[in-house]
């Protein structure tokens, strides 16, 4: 949690109360280069 907090971990994606998801891309860009990575920032709507 604190990764995804700091942006250095892909965002999940709540699809319920007991299910989270990743964005595959995320993921894979992530899994490539962690020390790298930032998470895109969100639109609010």
Do not use: H, I
Not at 8 to 33: E, H, M, N
């Amino acid at each position: 949690m604190r990764y995804v907090l700091a942006k250095t971990a892909p965002q999940p994606v709540r699809l319920g109360t007991r299910c989270t998801r990743y964005k595959g891309s995320d993921v894979l860009a992530w899994v490539k280069a962690p020390s790298s990575y930032r998470a895109p920032e969100t639109e609010v709507n």
